[in-house]
């Protein structure tokens, strides 16, 4: 089975570029909302990381999410797409002077602060602008989730967030100064997560150290559990969607909330990673020795998951309905890891065949570099293609 795409469409369009199929996008929101919504005091904020588009921004703002940013560059973005600036949250474990600054001016919902130096810094600018800045505390959980090593972040050695027995620690040093104000505490425990179990061991951990903070008679305005849900890049078309309801139900079973407390979400790749493609043109096959290699006119620069983390993303000849042949599939970079899958069935392929790059909204677009000279990847909407 294949994606639907306007393929006769296509052809009017540069090779390679982002396609996004809003109608998912927009179903995909939709389902976060009514099952998000479910739930008292759930509040959902997109991962801006994942991807940046502007077109993808203002919808995901249309459907009411704030926004999680990592860096000054983001919330420079977000405030263009219209989110207000108290659905911002601010994480990041380097923030440069000018961003928190920046941060400060749009009078964000919160920063998440990864050390004791960076919250200094915090109540150093903001009483010099005469604010007082929300902080949260990102907490190491110790929690390490089943996914690749490169993005797995919450295990205890590892640069992100705070060490667990720090926590009340930084928790008083913030209530002691004069310019900042504990809202909260973060986590977050890596990406690309399918079992359930992972989110709940988390909710355990969190549980615990809310008995503990509560004997030291320390309040929590707001638990933050980052984001984390994986998609299903083997079957984009049986699954676009990933299981929402399981995933806020696990929060909602297993997590006990204090009265008004507020339960925020920063999703990205599950918000965004199935309304993307990638689509390029083939420019050549090329019999090997005993391989096919099909070579397209994208490769790593445009898309780097496979080169990156050895990522898998399922590849549609949308030109051909030939017999299934086996194909290495390979980009024009002069990198022997610009390789996008290696023994895959592609209907039988030829020079100028559009082929897509399936599930490729998250982190492909935003993370598309100029290397070689490269021209950087269009994103072009299905609305704008209708
Ligand atoms: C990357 C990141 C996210 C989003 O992760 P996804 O796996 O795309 O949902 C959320 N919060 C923080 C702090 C992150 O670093």
Redesign the pocket.
Known sequence: MKGNFPTEKFKEIETPFYYYDTDLLRTTLHTINSEAGKHDNFVV?Y?V??NANPKLLGIIREAGLGA?C?SGGEITAVCKAGFPGNSIVF??VGKADWEINLALDKDIFCF?VESTAELEVINELAGKKGKKARVAF?INPNVGAHTHAN?T?GLAENK?GIAMRDMEKVIEEAQNMEHVTFVGL?F?I????LDMGDFEALCNRINDLQDQLERQHIQVENINV?????IDYQHPNRVPMPDFKAYFDTYAKHLRLRPGQKLHF??????V?QCGSLIAKTLYIKQGEVKKFAILDAGMTDLIRPALYQAYHKIENLSSDGPMETYDVVGPICESSDVFAKHVELNESHRGDLMALRSAG??GEIMASGYNCRHLPQGYTSDELK
């Open positions: 904020h991962a990381k994942a999680d990592v994480a990041g998440n990102r993005i972040t992100f973060h977050h890596g990406s690309q997560i980052g984001g984390g849900l994986g920063e999703l990205g790749r599950a918000v990673a998250a982190y």
